[in-house]
């Protein structure tokens, strides 16, 4: 049985109920349409088998569409009061459903545990200002994620799913490579949120894939990509001299690995910035 999703009229009751005023530091932009939420589960294709984890659940909008569906979902709030709330819109709104819902009041960016069964997917409408860092921290945190669909902004999305040699290529990209395919899902209208954003909204898909076989560590691979674009458009061999030790330490590292020291970061992928690692040990 559906729930009774919210529309603009209970998201305005609600935050008029807690005084709440929607602010940008907080990346707080609501979502008001049933019509966005439902197709954001839908796209995610989630199951009655999986468990969701939501970060940034806010008022409960997507919180709801997905527990017309999921087994069980699972919101990270960092907000006191939006946390505290919570429930109580679940009880109104899906009061069947209230037993396979819990808020856990904390910073995704520092969570290192959460209740309950482990969660299978992610789908959620990710602060905007954090939403790379706390993607990543929870592909890390979570290998049970086997997928997932999350909303962030435009430029953001492109950047997650942008391929090597492309404008967007950077940092983000390839290091969510690590973890899973990513790949664009869509884009978000601004007039779906209240108040409404002045950026466009992107939706990305993940899913997950092993890591890359190697003898290096993930913060050594991370290590040598964040080297790698500190100076965009500059060569392999200069860039990663202070990882290296020296230029000439550097160049041997990428010569073993196959790889040209005049490359440029942006123009490789996830497997030759493992092998980069490797050599630099």
Known sequence: MPSTLLG???IRAIAAE???RPTKQKGQNFVIDPNTVRRIVRDSD???????LEVGPGLGSLTLALLEVASRVVAIEIDPLLAERLPATIALHAPERVSRFEVVLADALRVTSLPGPAPTALVANLPYNVSVPVLLHLLALL???ERGLVMVQSEVADRLAASP???TYGIPS???AWFADVRRAGAIGRNVFWPAPNVDSGLVAWTRREPPSTTATRQQVFAVIDAAFAQRRKALRPVLRNLAGSAEAA???LVAAGIDPMQRGEQLGIDEFVRIAEQLG
Do not use: F, H, N, R
């Not at 989630?46 to 969701?52: L, R």
């Open 8 to 10: 603009p009229a209970e």
């Open 143 to 145: 290998p049970s994620l």
């Open 46 to 52: 989630i199951t009655a088998e999986d468990v969701v």
């Open 251 to 253: 160049e041997a590292a």
């Open 165 to 167: 040699g492309s404008k």
């Open 174 to 176: 390839v290091k969510a």
């Open 18 to 20: 807690l005084d709440l």
